[in-house]
């Protein structure tokens, strides 16, 4: 099995820049991708940001281009999610997500999850 654990979440007001960090154990070597998907209350879990561990290609949600950077470092087995220009309506909790295949912004596809971070942007 793979364990994420998150880290980087918490209270910021709108324009600014949060950090969000994620750490893979266990059976990393059955990772291809990792991503950052996000679940406000009421709404359903929606994609952020995903990489690929072998060429770092990266896919975004249209709603965080240009704001947010997603980025890894193998030697750590972690990603990284650089959120700038924060807005209320990034408000949620932040999950780290990893699957066995190649670069999916589809949730169904990941087959492990974090306990999530929470991210709250006030006006």
């Known amino acids: 099995q793979v364990q994420l654990v998150e880290s980087g979440g918490g209270l910021v007001q709108a324009g600014g820049s949060l950090r969000l960090s994620c750490t893979a154990s266990g059976r990393t070597f059955k990772i291809y991708t990792m991503g950052w998907f996000r679940q406000a209350p009421g709404k359903e879990r929606e994609f952020v940001a995903a990489?690929?561990?072998?060429?770092?290609?990266?896919s975004y949600a249209e709603s965080v281009k240009g704001r947010f950077t997603i980025s890894r470092d193998n030697a750590k087995y972690s990603i990284y999610l650089q959120m700038n220009t924060l807005k209320p309506e990034d408000t949620a909790v932040y999950y780290c997500?990893?699957?066995?295949?190649?670069?999916?912004?589809?949730?169904?596809?990941?087959?492990?999850w974090g306990q999530g971070t929470q991210v709250t942007v006030s006006s």
């Open positions: 997500a990893a699957a066995e295949r190649s670069l999916t912004w589809s949730r169904y596809d990941y087959d492990y």
């Open positions: 990489i690929s561990w072998g060429r770092s290609r990266t």
